[in-house]
């Protein structure tokens, strides 16, 4: 799994030096290195979404001070970023266009994707977090890989909006941008269920906690996909 991690990012890295020189457009290779700032928060979803987690200063010390997995370390280069600079790339080439719909649908497969990585991640013990399983009985993997598309598919807007930006100014927005989104998705928009895990509450209170971030993670979705649709 690491050799695969370490393999696609090279790839990924590859194509994003050869389009800087082809197409003059170094957001590619600043998108990567912004997917690898993201694997900062790591020990914090770790720490937020681990369901047997005892709220001491002991455990809080002990997984913020555990190392980063070296497949997540390089992974996040291209966990994120690589379907929203695909489409980006897609809508440089007038192979896509922006519209609510077509937008809305981006943002499925960008589900998808993140669904599939979730599972195979889960599957191979890269992650610690226990996800609760969804009502209706929906998978669990399901609310990661929900928050994760939105990353991607935020990611995608900004990509959008300032790939015409000059190189300092592509560097001050595109670098930082996954990490403030992870922040704010999986942190903010999150909040009403890791707060919930913390307090250890009642399953009705879990319930309300997954209704609560469904609930904001589609009023979110909803706004970028408002906000892609009006790009020119």
């Not at 609310?143 to 100014?169: E, H, V």
């Not at 928009?189 to 469904?214: C, E, H, K, Q, R």
């Amino acid at each position: 799994m690491i050799a695969l991690a370490i393999f696609v990012t090279i790839l990924c890295y590859g194509l994003a030096g050869y389009l800087w020189y082809r197409q003059r457009a170094p957001i590619y290779l600043f998108g990567l290195i912004s997917g690898h700032l993201s694997a900062l928060a790591t020990p914090l979803w770790r720490l937020l979404y681990g369901v047997n987690f005892s709220p001491s200063l002991e455990t809080i010390q002990s997984v913020i001070g555990e190392p980063i997995p070296t497949a997540v370390l390089f992974a996040s280069a291209w966990y994120y970023p690589l379907p929203a600079a695909l489409v980006l790339y897609l809508y440089t080439t007038r192979w896509w266009f922006p519209g609510y719909l077509t937008s809305l649908i981006t943002f499925l497969i960008f589900l998808l994707y993140h669904l599939l990585i979730e599972t195979i991640g889960l599957r191979a013990n890269l992650w610690d977090a226990t996800w609760p399983t969804l009502p209706l009985g929906l998978p669990g993997a399901l609310l990661p890989a929900t928050m994760a598309g939105l990353i991607s598919y935020s990611l995608l807007y900004i990509f959008l909006s300032t790939y015409r930006y000059a190189l300092l100014s592509l560097i001050l927005v595109i670098v930082p941008a996954t990490l403030g989104l992870s922040l704010a998705v999986r942190g903010i928009l999150g909040a009403p269920l890791w707060v919930t895990l913390l307090l250890d509450g009642a399953p009705w209170m879990l319930n309300i906690g997954l209704f609560s971030v469904v609930a904001l993670l589609g009023w979110a979705v909803h706004i970028v996909t408002v906000g892609i649709s009006r790009v020119e």
